[in-house]
């Protein structure tokens, strides 16, 4: 039984679990924002330009044998289609190419990091070396 919980203790601590929590907390906050975002700044957009608040009412009616008429609501799609460009995008230049970038600092300052130390071993070896020679001939 001690084994059982000392899993599921390790399963909970390991990083994978934790990271995959806050990235959860993170959409959901993230969400609010692109909701204040459709809501304060797009949808009135779009209800200037086509006189209604969203395009979700967009469509085109066919001629049926049965009652007349069918509504296909197209722009259902189009407001679901912007929307989820509109999160892409939010998503793309908020989230990925910001965390990209700092990626890029931390990566070529290792890699500076990296090579100033390769070059200290160079001439430590190269000052051991020829501290060796000195003693060797004396």
């Known amino acids: 039984m001690r084994n059982l919980f000392n899993g599921f203790k390790d399963f909970i601590t390991r990083g994978n679990v934790v990271d995959l929590a806050v990235a959860v907390i993170i959409g959901a906050a993230f969400t609010g ?10 949808n009135p957009l779009i209800a200037w330009l086509f006189g209604s608040p969203d395009i979700s009412s967009a469509g085109f009616h066919v001629p049926n044998w049965q009652d007349g008429e ?3 609501p197209i ?4 407001q679901a289609l912007i929307n989820f460009v509109i999160v892409a995008a939010a998503l ?8 990209r970038k700092l990626m890029e600092l931390r990566r070529s300052t290792a890699e500076e ?9 160079e001439l430590l070896t190269e000052i051991r070396d020829l501290l060796r020679a000195q003693v060797t001939t004396r």
């Open 92 to 99: 793309y230049f908020f989230v990925v190419t910001p965390i």
């Open 70 to 72: 069918t509504l296909f």
């Open 113 to 121: 990091i990296e090579e100033t130390l390769e070059k200290d071993v």
């Open 75 to 78: 722009g259902l799609f189009l």
């Open 33 to 42: 924002v692109i909701t204040g975002l459709m809501d304060g700044v797009l």
